[in-house]
């Protein structure tokens, strides 16, 4: 199983960024995504969640309104669409997998800095 984060960068405040995360290697339509985020010295922090099936989507509450997850299950493909973007949002975003165990991916850098 391999999971692959693209769409990372720097944006200024206010600003939108879109995040895909490619699996692959799993029957993906039956795999639950997740989008978690991470800062020096703190704990990983669940971003939103993706469910296997229709694709129903539960958020944390510092992005509920902002960002929008999504998947396209004949790509293998979900994605994160960023609003409102804030200093604070600054982290690495990661993709997770679960599929009877979980499967990271590497991991991409979101900045949000004027």
């Known amino acids: 199983v391999q999971v692959v984060e693209s769409g990372g960068g720097l944006v200024q405040p206010g600003g939108s960024l879109k995040l895909s995360c490619v699996a692959s290697?799993?029957?993906?339509?039956?795999?639950?995504m997740y989008w978690y985020r991470q800062t020096p010295g703190k704990e990983r922090e669940l971003v939103a969640t993706?469910?296997?099936?229709?694709?129903?989507?539960r958020y944390g509450s510092p992005v509920k309104g902002r960002f929008t997850s999504s998947r396209d299950n004949s790509k293998n493909t979900v994605y994160l669409q960023m609003n409102s973007l804030q200093p604070e949002d600054t982290a690495v975003y990661y993709c997770?997998?679960?599929?009877?165990?979980?499967?990271w991916g590497q991991g991409t850098q979101v900045t949000v800095s004027s």
């Open positions: 997770k997998a679960w599929y009877g165990e979980s499967y």
């Open positions: 290697g799993l029957i993906y339509n039956r795999a639950t």
């Open positions: 993706i469910l296997n099936g229709f694709g129903n989507t």
